[in-house]
């Protein structure tokens, strides 16, 4: 069984930082990619970072420039530094993976519980 589990989410005022972490843990063989999803209210989960074994990202538009993503291959973790935070980058932030469990199995992809960021103007 795997478990990814968020930590690092609160209220910040705009203009602030927050950094978001998340660990895998569990039956893990080998983890791809690992990345950040956000869903404001209302509104449909969307790409923030995403981040290869070797290191390659990708990042939203709307974060280019401000957010930064971080793993730790060797502890199965990912991070999300933010800064200059905007009121419209509050949302629940959630961590994902793409995880094999055996050597030769298929990847599947898993999802953390969920964050809360929240940006007061």
């Known amino acids: 069984q795997v478990q990814l589990v968020e930590s690092g989410g609160g209220l910040v005022q705009a203009g602030g930082s927050l950094r978001l972490s998340c660990a895998a843990s569990?039956?893990?063989?080998?983890?791809?990619?690992m990345g950040w999803y956000r869903q404001a209210p209302e509104k449909r989960r969307e790409l923030v970072a995403t981040?290869?074994?070797?290191?390659?990202?990708n990042y939203a538009d709307s974060v280019k420039d401000r957010f930064t993503i971080s793993r730790d291959n060797a502890k199965n973790t990912v991070s999300l530094q933010m800064n200059s935070l905007k009121p419209e980058d509050t949302a629940v932030y959630y961590c994902?993976?793409?995880?094999?469990?055996?050597?030769?199995?298929?990847?599947?992809?898993?999802w953390g519980q969920g964050t809360q960021v929240t940006v007061s103007s």
């Open positions: 569990g039956s893990i063989f080998s983890i791809n990619s």
């Open positions: 994902n993976a793409h995880i094999s469990v055996r050597s030769g199995s298929v990847w599947s992809n898993y």
């Open positions: 981040i290869t074994s070797g290191g390659n990202t």
